[in-house]
């Protein structure tokens, strides 16, 4: 394994996003203020962590997965960090150096490398989720990678050979039927395929959705009856993308409409409502009632930057969004429900597809760079009332992942988990904050003996 990669000039390779290469295991973590007795489980994040310089350009997508988890329990905590093994990195390593283009700058590896891992690097780098007892790394082009819960990489997964094409980085997990809801879309026919995955793991129903267009769908939202998924106009070009150029690109004049379909049913069952153009990234929940759909999600005006994010002038500013669907009526309602941007929504995940009152958003500093966040805002929907905390002015924080007090009775009974890195120290912290009093800041601040690079999605796993 190399020790640093030649660095090039990339702000996504600089600064808190620069790499880094050891793997570490630290037990008994310093601890500012006290964990509380019901944190009991493991803190993930996970992000792109490359190992090797890239050929050409590079975007964050790119990277090579890299599992960051703190393992909590009676008061202590224990930091361990991983790569991601792909088929991909292993061909690398093999070689000594990066063998595939960019997602803004798509090129074929070699053809000894595609012999050994394809076409595209499956680097897992978005996302990690457990069910029926797995742990599954996500990037949402290819199929999960098999963790263990000490984050050694098991290989590549495909549900007993159920799953056909890739899984998206953000399925759903019933927290009644234990179901996990999934879907894969591709800017190859079939776009959308949509899964079920009963509690024990097992695919129990699959369905292809037809779609006028290949388009990128980061995420979707469940109700009890139903999911729901939104078609937005930022449509592939798969020939522009073959020739290195700009793959995904923002087709207004498509409209944007949003699809309703029973967890159960088939292509013929779903039905399209129309909105105004928007396009979300994430969602914090949906539920049904009667014949509405409510959902919650932070919606942009249009796509952020597609897989470019090279122009700050053309990065939008997601706001809190409620869009009402009318089955019956076949109409959408949608209105703006706060001016504060934000974006990683997150409720309690035990209200997922079911009535929520309480949504958290992390808040960002500034939008011209897409990763400094520095706070949280949590909202009660059913008062309107929202309440902040900054982490600091130096502070870069991510993800606040709701995780649930054992012996809680109320929806926020719990804590939000984070991490924070100072600019100035490059030091970073799991920071806890009490979910019943947001602005109170954190109770307790786990101190990590090393950066950890900034990332994408974080999670939390309660032990038995």
């Not at 267009?213 to 020939?239: L, Q, R, S, W």
């Not at 008062?383 to 929806?411: C, L, Q, R």
Request: aromatic share 10%.
């Amino acid at each position: 394994m190399s020790t640093e990669p030649n660095i090039p000039v990339n702000r996504f390779f600089e600064g808190l996003m620069a790499p880094v290469m050891d793997e570490r295991n630290d037990a008994d973590l310093e601890v500012v203020g006290e964990l509380p007795a019901g944190l009991q489980g493991m803190f993930t994040r996970n992000g792109p962590n490359p190992q090797f310089a890239p050929q050409g350009a590079y975007h964050p997508f790119d990277g090579d997965g890299m599992v960051h988890a703190l393992y909590i329990g009676d008061g202590k905590a224990r930091y361990r960090n991983r790569f991601i093994e792909s088929a991909g990195l292993l061909a690398e390593r093999k070689r000594g150096h990066a063998c595939f283009g960019s997602v803004s700058e798509f090129r074929l590896p070699a053809e000894d490398v595609m012999a050994e891992a394809g076409m595209m690097k499956n680097n897992a780098n978005t996302h990690f989720v457990r069910h029926a007892g797995k742990y599954l790394a996500l990037m949402e082009a290819a199929p999960p990678t098999e963790l263990s819960r000490e984050l050694e990489t098991i290989g590549e997964y495909n549900f007993a050979g159920a799953l056909q094409g890739p899984m998206t980085a953000h399925p759903k997990v019933d927290p009644k039927t234990g179901e996990m809801l999934f879907f894969g879309y591709s800017p190859m026919p079939p776009y959308l395929r949509y899964h079920v995955a009963d509690a024990s793991g097992a695919i129990v129903h699959s369905v292809e959705i037809e779609l006028p267009k290949p388009v990128m769908i980061h995420d979707f939202a469940i109700t009890e009856n139903y999911v729901v998924f939104f078609d937005a106009p930022g449509v592939f070009d798969v020939e522009a993308m073959m020739k290195g150029e700009p793959g995904v690109r923002w087709e207004p004049e498509l409209g944007t409409r949003v699809g309703v379909l029973p967890r159960r049913g088939s292509n013929a069952d779903i039905q399209w409502i129309e909105i105004d153009n928007c396009f979300p990234v994430h969602f914090w929940n949906a539920w049904d009632d009667g014949d509405k759909v409510e959902i919650y999600a932070p919606l942009f005006e249009k796509m952020p930057g597609g897989l470019q994010f090279d122009n700050p002038s053309q990065i939008e500013e997601p706001k809190p969004w409620h869009v009402s669907l009318d089955l019956k009526k076949g109409e959408a309602k949608a209105e703006q429900t706060d001016d504060r941007s934000g974006e990683f929504p997150r409720i309690n995940d035990d209200r997922a597809g079911l009535r929520h009152r309480y949504q958290y958003n992390a808040l960002a500093r500034t939008w011209e760079f897409e990763f400094d966040f520095h706070g949280v805002v949590k909202y009660d929907i059913e008062t309107g009332a929202a309440e902040e905390y900054i982490h600091g002015d130096h502070a870069v924080s991510g993800e606040h992942v709701f995780a649930a007090d054992p012996d809680g009775k109320n929806e926020d009974d719990g804590w939000l988990l984070t991490l924070v890195t100072d600019q100035q120290t490059e030091r970073s912290e799991l920071s806890v904050l009490d979910a019943r009093d947001v602005k109170g800041g954190p109770i307790a601040r786990v101190r990590i003996p090393r950066r950890v690079p900034l990332g994408f999605h974080a999670n939390w796993f309660p032990d038995a």
